[in-house]
């Protein structure tokens, strides 16, 4: 064999084993849990700090800057590193971020991405960074950072959007139903549903059908158990929710929703706006929306509590603020993600944008409870909001359980059997067989 | 022989050559002949590795971009990798979960259908229409932009359009019901089957300019000499396309065969815009790559799963390529 054939052969062999060896990096060298120790601090609130926010640049700039500027005089031995990613991909750079090592020191995440970062060990145990700030937060949403059989509580909470009941008053009134009494059950508002669509003459809809997003929701006002006891099992499988699934079939085969609405959801302020929808949508940043794309829709719209069945209260979906568990500065990080919960720069962000703060101070600021004439959406909606939230609970959350794989699973049993292509007991029969297999799948997964 | 003799003394070696044995020198005395012309003018360097020096960049971005995350695919499908946790090694087991799942099986069903009615439709009516705007008459230009105006547009605003015109109360079904062709609105979103017709005719109508583009440059290169003579020995226009067109452009309509079963079989963005995140009501009309999205995204996403689908999906690709080879091959021979 000659000498550059083999000189050829060797780089090729050299090529190929590097190549294998980084190849398995990708698999392996991602790890399994985070053993990085909980960091300790040193009592010298200094250093320098990443922090990246979710699609907050550039209608929020000058507030999050001010915000940093102030900390930054406050401890001059920090600097603050502010990065915004938009919303699109926000999830995959965490992933990408994570998996390289290299999260930010501060870190906004939402419910997903703080249960996978946590699972993970990633993020540093903030009750133990400071056992002092959990009387800072409304019980409901420092709750929400703590998880299921592991110690500690590991992000802060930040701000929150609560659920309310939005609607068209005129298209209401048309129907027979009273503007001033709302449904308060989930049967109570599929009943409304029905006698709306026998006056809308197919003109207008009552509600959108998307499971996902009624999912598992409808079933917890409904009383329906969605785990067993032990919490190792689905268990939805009930006649409450067989009574559910027959309710939606039925009023979709009458027309009570919009027939696209079954698979997508993305256009209910659309539809609200175009006087073709009576139930809007349930998040008061959405009121802006009309306001601002249907002034003429937003002075006919109703705002109300949300509808909460047997529970009697709403969930509590919170953004919140994460400490990466190896920061070098852990100091400065947990003493930034606290300036940004803290009561006075949460009132003043949801002064910005219609947002709530988690921060129990923040809540109390009378801004919240002002309802103005009681005419005006907004403010109706920013008053009511914040009344909801003082006693919101975990126990209307979606189950940390109840996973995206998990929740598509039954999504898609139940748009078969709301079409009427599978009968309502097969179809929760399926969901609940479907969902039990991935639970166990996951939780074989994690051992 | 003229193109290594660029030296005198080179030229007089390949004459001197030619005076031994006639015709072309054989490899030895190639060999010999540029050795010799490289020690003369030292413009020639003969070091093994001066070619891969030049390859080295694209190179470096081949083996980075596609073939490192190739092989770490490979890798993946064999473990029980998640998101941010590593797997353990797990031989085939993903590929006979794969084989066992009734999802899979509808998946590769719905990739295969779609591409077997896509295809033919991409091959022939960007041909029809490349015919028609070849033709030199006034304004062409204008249509042959129109034409085009769907590639460049982005696959959210075709789908978002798409979706306007096929909904419940949409255009179609508007009109539909305007001239009382039928009494209830047409499902083209909200049925499994319609759904996946539906994105087919948006796939076939973003991919009928593209491709209209392929066959222009093809017909560029028929000679007019042939349709002339062809005229002449009383040939009509439809016997002109079968026997002119089509033979000339044969290669061409299998390389936009090819390129159009890949990106078939590739389909994602039409459904998932057109039936949601579920893939159309059920799931019903999830096709292969809808189902590595949904198996290996997400915060619970099943990563080494996923990588065995998609490796699956690969082999796929891989039959429909070698097929368009194979066809190709089977023409030129």
Known sequence: MSRGRLSRISIATAMAATLLSTAACGVGGSGND????????????????????????????????????????????????????????????????????????????????????????????????????????????????????????????????????????????????????????????????????EKSGGKYAAFMADPKSRLPGDWQKMGVPVLNEKKDAFSFNTPKAVEWVERMKELYAKGAMPKESLTKSDDTSQLYGADKLVFGPGSPGFIRDVKANAPKVYAKTQVQKAVTGVLGHIGIYTQSLGVRKDTKSPDAAAEFA?????????????????????????????????????????????????????????????????????????????????????????????????????????????? | MAQIAGTDRGAATVAKGADRVPGPPGARETRRLKKELGQESGLVHRRWWTPYLFLLPGLVLVVLFSLWPFINTVILSLTDAQILRGGGFVGLDNYVRALGDDTFWLALVNSVVYTVVVVPCLVFLPLALAVLVQKKIPGIGFFRSAFYTPVIASAVVVGLMWQWILRSDGLVNTVFEKLRLVSEPVPFLTDSTMLLVSAMIVTVWKGLGYY??????????????????????????????????????????????????????????????????????????????????????????????????????????????????????????
Do not use: C
């Open chain 2, 212 to 333: 209209m583009v392929f066959y222009l440059a093809a017909l560029g290169n028929v000679p007019t000499s042939l349709y002339e003579a062809a005229a002449i020995d009383g040939a009509g226009p439809v016997r002109r396309f079968f026997s002119i067109t089509v033979p000339t452009v044969k290669p061409m309509m299998l390389l936009v065969g090819t390129l159009s079963a890949i990106s078939a079989l590739r389909v994602f963005t039409e459904i998932y815009i057109l039936g949601g995140e579920s893939g159309g009501p059920g799931g019903d009309s999830r096709t292969l790559p809808f189902l590595i999205r949904q198996v290996g995204l997400g915060f619970a996403g099943e990563t080494g799963y996923a990588a065995a689908i998609s490796i699956l999906l690969f082999l796929l690709t891989l039959v429909f390529s070698v097929l368009g080879h194979r066809l190709s091959k089977g023409d030129e021979s």
């Open chain 1, 338 to 447: 606290k300036w940004v919960t803290n009561g006075p720069n949460q009132v003043a962000f949801s002064k910005e944008v219609a947002i709530y703060p988690s921060n129990a101070k923040g809540l109390a600021d009378p801004y919240f409870s002002d309802k103005g004439d009681g005419k005006d959406p907004e403010t109706l909606a920013r008053a009511l909001g914040a009344e909801e939230l003082k006693e919101a609970q975990l126990d209307a959350n979606t189950p940390v359980e109840w996973t995206s794989q998990i929740g598509d699973a039954v999504v898609r049993e139940m748009q078969k059997a709301v079409k009427g292509e599978v009968d309502a007991k097969t179809a929760l029969a399926k969901a609940q067989e479907e969902a039990n297999k991935i639970l166990a799948q996951q939780a074989k997964q994690k051992k």
């Open chain 1, 34 to 197: 985070n053993d990085a120790k909980q960091p300790e601090k040193s009592g010298k609130v200094s250093g320098e700090i990443s922090f990246r926010t979710l699609q907050l640049k550039p209608t929020f700039t000058t507030y999050v800057q001010g915000v940093i500027d102030a900390f930054q005089k406050k401890y001059p031995d920090v600097k603050v590193k502010w990065e915004d990613v938009p919303g699109d991909g926000y999830n995959e750079k965490l992933v990408a971020d994570a998996q390289a090592g290299a999260l930010p020191d501060v870190v906004n995440l939402n419910t997903d991405s703080f249960q996978l970062l946590a699972d993970r060990g990633m993020l540093a145990d903030v009750a133990k960074l400071d056992p002092a700030v959990q009387k800072d937060y409304v019980p409901g949403a420092w709750d929400q950072y703590k998880l299921p059989g592991k110690e500690g509580v590991f992000a802060y909470p930040w701000y929150v959007t609560p659920e309310i009941l939005t609607y068209n008053k005129d298209l209401f009134a048309k129907s027979g139903l009273d503007i001033n009494k709302p449904p308060t059950t989930v049967e109570q508002f599929f009943d409304y549903a029905e006698k709306i669509t």
